[in-house]
């Protein structure tokens, strides 16, 4: 019997030591893995992170991470370095966010890039966008028969925010030689008549207009213009334009110098990084002044930027005044293809973007056009283009 009982207290005492020294001693739990996260920025922009890095720069093992680049004014986000951990969305070439989880020691690094370029002459200033370069991309469209689907591959440049105006035309050119001005064409009421497209102009004014423009931005003896008189190898000028030459031109990356776009160029940046019919939008009155009365132009042109820029940033590339290409257009069945292609051959020219007067159809940012290049009317202007 006191063996029984002996029994009984020791194994109680066995029982509540091992829960005394359960509770006062608790099984250790294992150590969360931590990693270190290291996030900067690059000149021209900032970086922030969702949440907030900690004080030890440490982040649990699993935690998703939203990391966010701002670019400063005039520039933008150009690429990402992320080096380990998983990226699950962005951080690609311009993206402006990385969503990250953190399973290993992160460094991520952004990098800024320029983005757009003011320019003055005398009280008028306009803008270029840049234009990164790109290989191998789809143009064309085939529903349109004479714009099948092609590849090209472009150099970087720069391309106008807007058309160029009838005010900045005047400051170049020292007329103004458009339709649209006077009491018995008015802009719109809140619209500026100067900054209205420069219109009723021939291919080769502008070309004549670029050299002249290259020369007020850069001064009367640069070398950076682009366009020469194919006969004695001068710097085309506004009587060589009046004479209808045609002048020598090749894309010179080393010159700064004004010039028409390619086809290629001005299809590429119209489509503004995106898939719509217009040039940022498939509601053709959200970017694109057209149609006379049936459409939203009233029988006229408009002030430039009153309507949604595309993708890229580019206002009006559908409607508004066509705009004329540099290239010939005896490819006008298909147009060039190939790294940095120039249709080069034919009198007629290339138009593009279609006008205030034309239907839908013209303003489809595929559609394409040809006109002789002597040939002028009050719904047809430019574009600039350059190389920085």
Known sequence: MKKDVFRVFTLMFVVLAFAFFTIACPTPEPEVEKFSVSVEAGEFGSVSVSPEIPEDGKFEKGT???????????????????????????????????VVVVNSNLNVEVFFTLSQKSFSVGEVSFLMKKIDEVE?????????????????????????ETEVTQELWEEVMGSNPS???????????????????????????????????????????????????SGD?????????????????EINSTKKGFRLPTEAEWEYAAKGGEDYTYSGSDDINAVAWWGNSSGNSNS???????LAANGYGLYDMSGNVWEWCFDSCVEIFQPASGDNPVGSSGSARVRRGGAFGDDSNSCVLAFRRDRGASSYFNGLGLRLVARF
Not at 68 to 94: L, M, Q, R
Not at 144 to 156: C, G, I, K, R
Not at 300 to 306: A, Y
Request: glycine letters at 8%.
């Open 64 to 98: 998703e991470l939203t990391i966010t680049a701002t670019a400063d004014e005039n520039y933008k986000v150009d690429s990402w370095t992320i080096t380990g951990s998983s990226v699950t969305s962005g951080g690609e070439k311009g993206d402006t966010t990385a």
């Open 136 to 160: 191998n991309t789809t143009l064309g469209d085939n529903g349109q028969s004479n714009n099948l689907e092609h590849t090209v591959t472009l150099s970087e440049y720069w391309i106008g």
């Open 300 to 306: 006229k042109t408009h002030q430039v930027k009153k």
């Open 179 to 229: 339709y649209s001005q006077g009491d018995s064409h008015l802009p719109d009421p809140g619209e500026v008549q100067e900054k209205r497209p420069v219109e009723n102009i021939n291919w080769f004014d502008c070309i004549a207009f670029c050299n002249k423009l290259t020369k007020k931005v850069y001064g009367e003896d640069t070398e950076e213009c682009l366009y020469y008189d």
């Open 233 to 249: 190898n001068s710097v085309y000028t506004v009587e060589d334009a009046t004479a209808e030459k045609v002048p020598s031109f």
